[in-house]
Every structure is written in C-alpha cells, then in structure tokens.
C-alpha cells in the first residue's frame, strides 16, 4: 500500500491554499475565505485534468500519477442544488473522468440515506447507485460490509456536539482497486474540526 499524497480541505481560505508551499495546491469557491482546497505533499505528477464548471464551484478534478480524482465540498448553491443535489449534477458532469479503472470521488458529502426523503428524485441512495453504474463504491462500506445509513463511525459531529454524530464524508474509489479507510478518531480531532478527517491508502 501506498499513502495518498494530497490532502483535499473544505471551508478553507484561497489564501491559505495559495501560500502552501507544497509541489501541488488548487482551489475553487466563490467566499474566498471559505472554498474547497486541494494540497500535494509528495513528489508525483499532479495535473488538472477536466475544468470545473463555475456554476458548481466547491468541487475540483485532478490526478496524481495515473488515478482520477475529484476532492468534493456539497455546499449550497441555491434551493434547488444543495448538498447532495449538487453531488449529483457534478457526477453528471465528469461521469467519463469517474469511469476509468483508477478513479476517486472523496470529501463531504453532506448527505446519508436517512435523508433520502428530503431530496426526492436526486437522493443519497440514488447517488450511490449512480456512482456503482460508473464502477465506484464507498471504501468505508466495502470493508464494514454496511449498508448506507447504518454507519457505526461518524464523520461529521454537528456543533462539536459527540452526541449529534453522522456520517456524511466519503471516499469513493474503482472498485478493482485496493484500500484501506481510516476516519479520524473524536478525541483527538474535534478540538480542530466538526469533521473527522478521511485518512485513505491507495494500493
């Protein structure tokens, strides 16, 4: 196994990402004191592969070496495409990019199946079904062998609050290749973030 090198970071400054001192940074948004970044640590080819359509602005793709990825911030854009709509409608858009033998779709997601029923039509279980046509799956539920929205682990933990935990961050990866997902642990994490960090090793 081999670690990932980059590191993809919602809700974080342009200037932040800019002033990285690092062989890769991006990042995209429309606050710039609150957008989606993408850092490279390690000494690998880093390119921007697919334009990212401005009217979709929190998510960013690019490859390292020869795997796709897309880092992924389902923010709100309007009533109409929020969180997981937003998710859709970006699949949608780089569906050929996603589609290949080593492809990744990771970041926050701000959704779960249990809430399914707030987004007829363009729901979480319908995103996963969507991503598993283009040859994707969720590292986490490959290895837990759960079921969307019957997570143990939590992610995202609203308010700092330990007791209002969900899992809402994802790493979706090709399924002919090999993982391995660890999500940060609430004590040691929640001091810096409401979210826990995705910690994924790509074969």
Do not use: C
Not at 33 to 49: C, M
Not at 79 to 96: C, D, F, K, N
């Amino acid at each position: 196994m081999r670690a990932l090198t980059s590191t993809a970071l919602q809700e974080v400054a342009k200037k932040d990402i800019s002033e990285a001192e690092h062989p890769f940074a991006a990042w995209t948004g429309s606050n710039l004191n609150k957008g989606l970044g993408v850092i490279g640590f390690a000494d690998a080819r880093y390119k921007i592969t697919e334009t990212a359509d401005p009217n979709l602005p929190w998510h960013l793709p690019f490859s390292i070496d020869e795997l796709n990825i897309l880092a992924l911030w389902a923010h709100q854009l309007n009533r109409e495409l929020r969180y997981v709509r937003v998710t859709h409608q970006i699949v949608e858009r780089h569906a050929g990019f996603l589609a290949t033998d080593r492809a990744l779709l990771m970041g926050d997601f701000n959704s779960n199946t249990v809430w399914d029923r707030e987004h007829p039509g363009r729901n979480h279980s319908m995103l996963v079904d969507k991503l598993a046509g283009l040859g994707l799956s969720s590292v986490y539920h490959r290895h837990e062998v759960a079921d969307h929205g019957a997570e143990t682990a939590k992610t995202y933990y609203h308010q700092w609050n330990e007791r209002f935990g969900h899992h809402i961050d994802y790493a979706f990866l090709s399924d002919g290749t090999a993982a391995n997902l660890r999500i940060g642990d609430a004590d040691a994490w929640l001091a810096h973030s409401d979210h826990m960090p995705l910690i994924l090793d790509i074969g």
